[in-house]
């Protein structure tokens, strides 16, 4: 039987730091505060939403919605964007993406200026996690991954880590994280030739695909971690990991579930990216 890594311990803990050091900023005059920017009434981005606002009510951090509807023009939206920047008050911006088709989503991204950039989305924030700088911020569910790991304790340094998915959401940034730990990191995909002699051999596999439950038993092996970053509806309606859950956990050492995993800690980084902007704005 794994052990399994809930994600609600990790963002409890981090969460009593973070309510600390929002509260020093309070004393100092400064509240944290995130601007939420929603193009429409999408379920996933609501329910997102609903526990951003949680997590930061929770830790002292102020959140704006900006609401914005689905026919919006491009130059709307760059505008409100371009007013987030000049804003002082507003230390961390949260976009929601995909964007509708007719807006161009890369020149929306690249207008917000790294410093507000709180989930990654800019080529600039990109360009920080790749080259190791410690510029902008990355992306919160590569983020989060990491955090459950080292909460845990899973040794990374020298290890052997495959990550199943190539997105800049969370494959390659997080591969990046692996790398700077000292870890040794495959990249694969669904693409992938022979992926199961390739993941058999790690010692960490980080799931992020896309794909319900492509990570079967036959593809891992003992004294491994699993950290499962998909969320995906069955096609019998159950939500559902990039892992196998029933499968794999009596083979595995230590395996993250879905739900109560990776996308617990994903909007407790996403405070700590907000009250760290805060923080640079005060030193």
Do not use: W
Not at 132 to 137: A, E, V
Not at 139 to 144: F, H, S
């Amino acid at each position: 039987m794994a052990n399994v890594l809930l994600g609600k311990d990790v963002a409890d803990q981090m969460s009593e730091e973070l309510i600390e050091r929002a509260a020093r900023l309070r004393e100092n005059g400064v509240e944290p505060t995130l601007a939420i920017v929603r193009v429409g009434e999408e379920g996933d981005d609501l329910a997102y939403e609903r526990g951003a606002l949680k997590r930061a009510e929770k830790v002292g951090v102020k959140v704006c919605v900006r609401t914005l509807p689905l026919d919006v023009s491009q130059e709307a939206i760059l505008q409100e964007i371009e007013g987030i920047n000049a804003d002082p008050a507003i230390h961390g911006c949260l976009m929601f993406r995909p964007l509708p088709s007719h807006l161009d989503e890369q020149t929306i991204c690249d207008t917000l200026v790294p410093e507000k950039d709180i989930d990654g989305i800019s080529s600039a924030s990109m360009a920080g996690v790749f080259m190791g700088s410690g510029k902008g911020f990355a992306p919160c569910t590569a983020k989060a991954s990491m955090a459950v790991l080292n909460h845990y304790g899973i040794p990374v340094k020298g290890a052997r880590a495959t990550v199943i998915g190539r997105s800049l959401v969370i494959g390659r940034p997080v591969a990046m994280m692996l790398l700077q730990e000292h870890a040794t990191v495959t990249i694969c995909h669904t693409r992938t030739v022979d992926l199961e002699s390739i993941t058999r051999e790690s010692d960490i596999i980080i799931a992020c695909a896309g794909k319900a439950e492509m990570v079967t038993a036959p593809m891992v092996a003992e004294g491994q971690t699993i950290i499962d970053v998909g969320i995906n509806v069955t096609e019998d309606g159950r939500l559902s990991g990039d892992v196998a859950f029933d499968e794999v956990e009596p083979i595995v050492a230590n395996i993250t579930p879905v739900p109560r995993g990776v996308g617990s800690v994903t909007t407790t980084v996403l405070m700590q990216h907000v009250i760290e902007a805060a923080e640079k704005t005060t030193a």
